[in-house]
Structure formats: structure tokens, C-alpha cells
């Protein structure tokens, strides 16, 4: 089985260095899908339906066409004719400019019929609620598991809680928003797509167009934030190369904020109904939970309950509840952070019944070896010790309180193939087709290979990004590092084998007696009768060394653990909560470059910020319409309110490459809440924890 080399041999691994594209995203230089021109170009804009429900009964684009500037108009965009919420796809332009592209849709009439509609969760649920799909109830049929006697455990436990919490939709707020220049060369289409995956929107674009998947290329080298989003092809996508066919020229057709924030995914919300029991001697034994969440005209709310402890008895009902709204898809850690804002709250809730420090009471009914010690590690950093024992014990109007939670993810990564080229002239290019979504992939394919190669991370040429290059699954959830790194590093292996081969005829030395590194290849014990990287390149010739690698086993695993503490402060007279410190500790198995780890653990956190006190999509009952689509009324953390946030990765080399991606957003909300509650002493179970919600509980 392949193993890493000892983490005091490495020059890069392990390490912090700082990103190979820092420069070029810093200054500008480099090109995201959204920043492309392409010679000839056309704009494509897409006409959304103003209606949450209804049927297309005609559009006339008479108009639209006769405006100059304007070179095509679909009408038959939407699948079915049936809109299920208002910003669904109805008609798309193509033109000279994005102004008369704009113009143009408003020249488009749409006869509708207008149906009745319902966007909330509540009133969904309700019998006399309009269906969402005719053919069904919007209330689907239950996933229901359960472990153990729960009804025995109920019978024996000391102490039980009882509540309903409630988490709200979140929308993922790329920073480049979704969108695709498509452009045809015969019957061959190139896709500049902003993806996690380069290989699923290629697939997912054959099969709308149904065409092979050998005529589409799909490339994007550099993309502004996905978070799950990104994952599949979009509508849009195709409608751009249905453009670009119609017109015969480059389409760029790029989302707008409004149409983003609707159509491109969301994290669902939740109201979940929990009761939970402990034992007097302080083990978590009972946990039930009936919970419920809208998805949309989607599927799959589900939380992931019961999160992260230990529970021998428990029972789960989960309802999926159709609305007039658009589909969720993947989120960062889906269905963790809405889980873990409850499972903590009743963590918490217990230990007060229990007179136990919320920690003392975690560590009893947390098995996870590695959280043990984080657990411990953390508390001492964070100053735990100094928490005050009561909630509320803070005078005057300044409330302190602090709060903790438990991070936790699963998925490894694999399948991930690459081929290496090293040229005559000593270059070294690193093709695989895996993308860099903003983590630093492009970074690790270099370190990993340098790192095997002995040279300098400068001198590879990490190429990714294109459908072109060998295989690579989709960048999400925390897949990419451990399904890459592999590839990467037995690529290498493999052209190192062959360089030490044609060195070892070069010495006439055995295979054994070279050695590669610091840019050279040499006899052990000889350093003298030694190869300079570029001398040992030209001994191939004209001809180029080309190798091919895969994932193989041993160089990654699955399976992280995490913690968080967090530090608040509640103005009681204005409801304001204000986040003073964070402090997470992550583990992610051997880490690949400690400056980009960091970062990822410290975005997470951020992203838990803005979930626990700011994000909430709004929907208006009355209309079916977004009502905070755009930045200026969807409330996002900014650098105004950043705490100070301690990001420490526990390393466990051992273990091989492990994703981070996922687990630092999923604790935080709920620390953030159970430090609220023990500055105020009272108990906040729905989020976002926004001023009136918190003076409404003060005042309750």
C-alpha cells in the first residue's frame, strides 16, 4: 500500500506556502467564466417568470426580434410550460450588447395563466394549501429511522427536553454568480463554465443537447465560489449554446443576482420537533426527532439528526414539504449546520437539567478519540475554565456568555487520474481534470508533485480545469484534496522511476545508488558525479517522458473531527449580537499546505457567522416573489463584524489526505447560540439570531 514520506522529510507537505495563483487573483490578472470576451460575442439574458405558479399559454417575441442589436429568441426554454416559481426560465435573447439583451426581454409578451401558490413551509403543510405539483400532496411520505428501545430509554431517563427549533432557508451567494460562454466550433462545443466540476457539467450538457459527450469540452480555470451549487450543469448552460448554435457566434450568458439568489440553489430550512433524554449519571440515552423542511419544487431536507454523540436509542421522522419556490441543492456539510444548531442547543439543555458543564457533559457522550482531545486542547486555549458556571451572570446592559460545538464529516475522495509531462527542455506540466473552486487545488497538484520530483513547486505547471485533461470528480463535499493528491503524487512516483532509470544508465550505477533531489539527480555518497535537473531532462532526446497515474489506496481517508468555542456579547437594550473570538480545531489527516487549511477553516467559520445572525431568505407570502435578492438586502457577515477567529489544524499525518472543506461551518452557529443563551439565560431556537428575535426572547 502507497504511503507519504515522514512529515520531517518534506519539503512542502505539511507546510504553509503561499498560493501559485495568489498574484494573478490578487492583481486581476486571471480570467473567471464572468470576465471573458471572447471575439464576435454575443450576451444572453434569460426572461424569468414574474409568477410563482402558472402556465405559459403564448409569448410573442415579435418585437424582441425587430429590435436591432438582437439575434435570436427562444421561446422554448422552460420544459414543460408549467412554472413552479417565480424566476423560472420562460424565454432567452441573444445580443450585441447586455443593454439591448435587457431591452429585448422586455419586449417579450407572455400570456400566463396564474395559479395559486404557496412559498412558506407552515402553510404548505396545511390540507387546503395549493399543491405545488397537482398530481401529489406537498407533504411527501416520511423517511423514518430508529435504534434501540426508544420508548424504555424515555422510561429511564433522569431528565428530559422538549422543544422545537427552527432554522431558516440560506442561499449560497457565489461571488461570481452561475453562469457559461459557449461557443461551437462544426459540431463540436467548447463550454467556459463557472463549476465545481468540469466532467459533470460536460455530461450533464450531452444529455440536454443529446449529443456525444466527446463533442463538448467543458473548461474553467478559475470560478468565484460554488459551495455545492456548481456541482451539475445549469439550464443556463445549455441555453447558451442553444444561443450560440442559433446565432453562429460565442454566447456569454451569466445569471443575475436576482435569478442567482432564486434559481441556483439554497440550503433548506427546518423545523424540527425534539425531545431528548440523559441518564441522572449524565449519558445522552433518548433522542426523537419529527422534523420538517422545504427544498422547494426539490427534494432532500433532511438534517442530519442525531449529530456527532453517541445515542443508543433514537428515532427520526423526516418530512420533505414541497413550495413555490426554487430547488435546494448540495450547501457546504448539507444538512449539518441546521443539525448541529439543534443538537447542541439540547446538548446544552440537558447538561443545565444535569447541573454539568456543557463540556463535562460532551466529553461523557462524544467517543470520537480525536474530539476527546480537541475538546480538551480547545477549552484550555479558549479559557474555559474562566466561563461563569450560571447563565446571565453578566451585570449591566453588555451580556457575555460563551458557547461550544462539535464539527464532524465523513466522505474521503477517490477515482481522481493525471498524466505527467516532462519535456526535454526540463519542464514538467501536471495535467488532471479536477478544478480549483478557491481552495488552493491548483497549489496542491504542484506541491504534491514537486514534493515527490525533489524541484521546486515554481517549476510545475499545474493544469487543470478542462475536460480535456484525464479524469477528476466534482469539487464538493471535501472530496477534492483526498481524491487528487493520490493521483498527483503516483504520477509522480512513476516519472521519477523512469528519470532514475535513465539517470542509473547515465552513472552506470545501479537503480538503488540514485537518489533525486534539490533539483538533481545523483550516486549516493557522490554527490559530485551528479545530473542537474535540465541535464537529466535532455537526456531524453526530442521525445518528451509522458506518464499516467490514478488514486491508489493508502495516501487518503475519510472521516474528520472538530470542535468550536465562541465568545459573545448581547447588547440587551438593542438585541444586537456581537461575536467577540472564535477559536476551531480541525483535523484533516496529513495537511497538504497549512496556510490554505487555515484559511479553509477560518471561511467556514465565517460562512457560520453569517448563518447564525444575518442569512435568511425572505419569500412574500402575498406575491410568491423573492423579496431580498441582491447583496444590498440579503444581509451577509462583512468585515465590520469579523470576530477574532483562532483557526488550529490538529494534525494526524497518518491518516493521509482528508477534506476540509465541509466541517468548520457546520459548529458554529450553534456555539454562537449557546454562548447567546449563557449571556442572556434565555434560550434562542430559531435562527437567524437577529435583533428582534433577540429582544422578543429577552422580553418573553
Known sequence: MAKW?????????????????GPGKASGAVKYTYDLKLPGMLYGALLSSPHPAATIKRIDASAALALPGVKAVLTDVHPTGTLRYAGEEVAAVAATSPEIAADALERIKVEYDVLPFVVDLETAMKPEAPRVYAEQSNVREPRVESEGDLAAAFAQAAVIVEGTYRTQVQVHACLEVHGSVAKWEGDELIVWDSTQGVYASRDGIAKFLNIEQSKVRVICDYMGGGFGSKL???????????????????VKLMLSRPQDSISAGNRPNLIAEIKAGATRAGKLIAFSAKTYGTAGIGNN??????????????????????TNAGAARAFRAPGCPQASFVMEQVMDELAEKLNLDPLDFRLQNDSNETRQQQWKMAAARFGWSKRAPRPNASRGVIKRGMGLGAAVWWPGGRGTQAQMTILPDGGIEVRCGTQDIGTGTRTLVAAVAAEELGVPIASIKAMIGDTEYPYSGASGGSTTAPSVAPAIKNVAEKAKDKLTEVAAQHFGAARTEVQLADGRAFVKGNAKNALSWKQLCALFGTMPLVVHGEWVEGLSSAGVAGCQFAEVEVDTETGVVTVLRMLAVQDCGLV?????????????VIQGISYALYEDRLMDPLTGVLINPTFENYKIVGALEM?????????????GVIGIGEPPTIPTAAAIANAVYHATGKRMRAL????DRVLAALHS
Open 643 to 655: 470576530p477574532k477567529i483562532e483557526a488550529i489544524i490538529y494534525d494526524q499525518p497518518e491518516r
Open 232 to 250: 451539475q450543469a445549469g439550464r443556463y448552460s445549455v441555453i447558451a449554446a442553444r444561443l450560440a448554435k442559433a446565432t453562429g457566434a460565442p
Open 688 to 691: 437567524p439570531m437577529t435583533p
Open 5 to 21: 514520506k515522514p512529515l520531517d522529510q518534506m519539503t512542502y507537505l505539511g507546510k504553509g506556502y503561499a498560493r501559485l495563483d
Open 592 to 604: 497538504l499546505n497549512r496556510l490554505t487549511a487555515e484559511s479553509q477553516v477560518i471561511g467556514g
Open 301 to 322: 431536507a433532511r438534517p442530519a439528526l442525531p449529530l456527532a454523540y453517541d445515542v443508543p436509542n433514537s428515532r427520526t421522522e423526516h418530512y420533505d414539504v414541497y
